[in-house]
């Protein structure tokens, strides 16, 4: 009888220990989450690179395959539509909308863009209604996102083959163009 009421004690101790230390711990892991990150590194968007290894590099994206090269941009929809685009075009590149904790809410690649390139505006639902009353024309070869995310994060990925690419990759994020739509 002794040993079991030792046993139940040691493990109501042993338990108790590491429910404390989940608790002191919930404050350093909740601050490691894409948003915070993206947050310390820079403005609503801004487009930050999220692979490679220079100091400016936000790693969102560990541990991915050494082709691909990534950036990233955070975005709030009450200021309006969001309009992400690049004049170059690469042989592959995907696109991802992203909520505040990180879920997937979109996707689409190169494949879906108008003649490869990377042209999309990502709206609620109410600016998309307002939006189809008076299309601008420097918009009509855009790929439209309704989301119901207002705040989110876009996160661009392309493909880099080889070496001889990575001028073109350079050009592709350096011109990259995250902004909220007038």
Same mark, same amino acid.
């Given at each position: 009888? &002794?040993?079991?009421?030792?046993? *139940?004690?040691v493990g109501l101790v042993g338990a108790a220990?590491?429910?404390?230390?989940?608790?002191?711990?919930? %404050? !350093? #892991?909740?601050?490691?989450?894409?948003? /915070?990150?993206?947050?310390?590194?820079?403005?609503?968007?801004?487009? #930050?690179?999220?692979?490679?290894?220079?100091?400016?590099?936000?790693?969102?994206? @560990?541990? &991915?395959?050494?082709?691909? @090269?990534a950036a990233a941009c955070r975005f709030d929809?009450?200021?309006?539509?969001?309009?992400?685009? /690049?004049? !170059?075009?690469?042989?592959?590149?995907?696109? /991802? *909308?992203?909520?505040?904790?990180?879920? #997937?809410?979109?996707?689409?690649?190169? @494949?879906?863009?108008?003649?490869?390139? =990377?042209?999309?505006?990502?709206?609620?639902?109410?600016?998309?209604?307002?939006?189809?009353?008076?299309?601008? $024309?420097?918009?009509? @070869?855009?790929?439209?996102?309704?989301?119901?995310?207002?705040?989110? *994060?876009?996160?661009?990925?392309?493909?880099? %083959?080889?070496? /001889?690419? $990575?001028?073109?990759?350079?050009?592709?994020?350096?011109? =990259?163009?995250?902004?909220?739509?007038?």
């Amino acid at each position: 009888m &002794g040993k079991l009421l030792y046993a *139940i004690l040691v493990g109501l101790v042993g338990a108790a220990i590491i429910h404390i230390a989940i608790l002191f711990l919930i %404050p !350093h #892991t909740t601050s490691r989450d894409a948003w /915070s990150q993206l947050e310390e590194a820079g403005e609503l968007y801004q487009v #930050t690179p999220a692979t490679g290894s220079s100091a400016d590099v936000v790693p969102l994206v @560990r541990n &991915g395959d050494p082709l691909f @090269r990534a950036a990233a941009c955070r975005f709030d929809l009450a200021d309006g539509g969001l309009q992400l685009s /690049s004049p !170059h075009q690469l042989p592959f590149w995907s696109l /991802s *909308i992203h909520d505040r904790a990180g879920q #997937t809410t979109y996707s689409l690649t190169d @494949r879906a863009a108008s003649a490869g390139l =990377l042209d999309v505006v990502i709206m609620s639902p109410l600016q998309m209604v307002e939006m189809r009353r008076a299309m601008p $024309n420097d918009l009509e @070869r855009a790929v439209f996102i309704e989301s119901t995310t207002s705040e989110g *994060i876009a996160l661009v990925r392309a493909l880099v %083959p080889d070496q /001889s690419w $990575n001028s073109v990759a350079d050009r592709f994020f350096r011109d =990259l163009n995250c902004q909220p739509l007038p």
